[in-house]
């Protein structure tokens, strides 16, 4: 069974820092694409960063320069470091695979509190 679990969310103040983590099994973690996505009160789920088994990235423009994703193989997880964050970066953040079999998978929310 695929499992995502993402944790490292909390609340901060305008400036700060937090790490979100994705946990991933139930899969080869070595053959695959993991995402970063957001979703804020009333708002539509927004992509917000993404990295492939080949260590590629992808930001969203208003992440960039604040936020890194990276990822540790060993430990089948991959990381969103979030840095100078503001309160427009509060949301729910999810992360979400899709794997070389076509299927994709979300995991639970993790709750980002920004405070001005």
């Known amino acids: 069974e695929v499992q995502l679990q993402a944790s490292g969310g909390g609340l901060v103040q305008a400036g700060g820092s937090l790490r979100l983590s994705c946990t991933a099994s139930?899969?080869?973690?070595?053959?695959?694409?993991i995402a970063w996505f957001r979703q804020a009160p009333g708002k539509e789920r927004e992509g917000v960063s993404c990295?492939?088994?080949?260590?590629?990235?992808y930001y969203e423009h208003s992440v960039k320069g604040r936020f890194t994703v990276s990822s540790d193989n060993a430990k089948a997880t991959v990381y969103l470091q979030m840095n100078s964050l503001k309160p427009e970066d509060s949301a729910v953040y999810y992360c979400?695979?899709?794997?070389?079999?076509?299927?994709?998978?979300w995991g639970q929310g993790t709750l980002v509190t920004v405070s001005s």
């Open positions: 979400w695979a899709h794997l070389p079999s076509g299927v994709a998978y």
């Open positions: 139930g899969f080869d973690f070595d053959d695959y694409a």
């Open positions: 990295i492939s088994s080949d260590g590629s990235t």
